[in-house]
């Protein structure tokens, strides 16, 4: 027997996701992983491609770079908004299971993540713009996908951050599997994945023994069920279009203005922002601009993930609340100007022998211990 309030998840789901079958997990990497095996088990490929930069769980089957104690060979990591990454998905086709896309990452990110902070330079890509350029990039690899016979899948953990109805509605594009994650609960550990009938079926009709093995314990919790319920219920209300859309009338005005406060104030800094996403952006060349989140922590802001460029808004956020942000952002850019973090004179200093020098001395130690050289 099934809970009423569960069927009437389900069938929200299938009608905002537009898709026909729906299973529930625990968290979002979990939801990616049973998306990542359904494309295995029915393509019987091995690859999965993910896009540089985009993040997946903590799953080490999709992880990429620090934190992942594996090499996972299984998974191949394409450059985003490149040609070339169309043509090796068409060329290595009979090997990819499925492609992973985060459409998040049409925020544009980049130009603040820790890999660029050195360059510095005036030329900034996120907000609404990046997003435009994206829409094409999507389209480009569904395509891609549709004419390689790849399914694409859109992982969706921060649900409705585009809008009440996701990245499809939000890009025009269609996934062939959507996986969303805590945000459709409230804030309650869950995971959701919508696709096709083909795609989501467990069994494999040519051969009854074989099977696709995805469950879950605490799954259809009744507890993030009712929360659920509430969540999916308000999301498709006109008071959620009202308050998504003020919330992002509101962020794009202070955007406005806190640019214009920074270059009256001579900072070199900007903000770029999209509803309740955004990024502050260096202009400066500088390898310590990463020590900008210590001043702004000590004015009161904390910003969770410390050298990824990425922040959130609470959709509450009124037009004091930006203000006061504003104020924060200043006064820790003025402070750590006049500490001579940005030195406007200094050359670029090469970061390659900093990080290539532990790199070898890391793994040569490996391969000698491998071969009984190490002493």
Known sequence: PMHPVVTENIEMLLNIFRKEEVSFHMSGTEAVMCAVQQVRFHTGRPLIAVFKGAYHGWWDGVMQGAGNPRFNFDCIVLKDKCPASLELLKMRASEIAGVLVNPISGM?????????LASGGDKVTAGPESFDRFRKWLSQIRETCTASGVPLIFDETWAFQLGPGGAQDFYGVDADIVTIGKAVGGGHAVGVVCGSHRLMERRD????????????????????????????????????????????????????????????????????????????????????????????????????????????LNIEFSEQDLERLTGMIVSSAKQFKADGWWYEEASTPSLLPLVLGPTLKYHSSHILKMFGLSK
């Open 108 to 116: 544009g990110w980049g130009p603040t993540v820790t890999a660029s």
């Open 205 to 312: 009709p040519d051969r009854p023994m074989r099977v696709s093995f995805v469950v879950g314990t605490f799954k259809g919790s009744p507890m993030v069920m009712g929360s659920m319920n509430a969540v999916l219920k308000w999301v498709r209300s006109s008071d959620a279009a009202a308050e998504f859309n003020g919330m992002r009338d509101r962020v794009a005005a202070w955007v406005e203005v806190c640019n214009k406060t920074f270059s009256t104030e001579g900072l070199p800094l900007s903000v770029a922002a999209y509803r309740n996403m955004w990024c502050i952006c260096y202009h400066q060349k500088s390898v310590y601009n990463f020590l900008f989140h210590c001043y702004l922590r000590d004015a009161g802001l904390q910003l969770v993930w410390v050298g990824t460029g990425k922040a959130l």
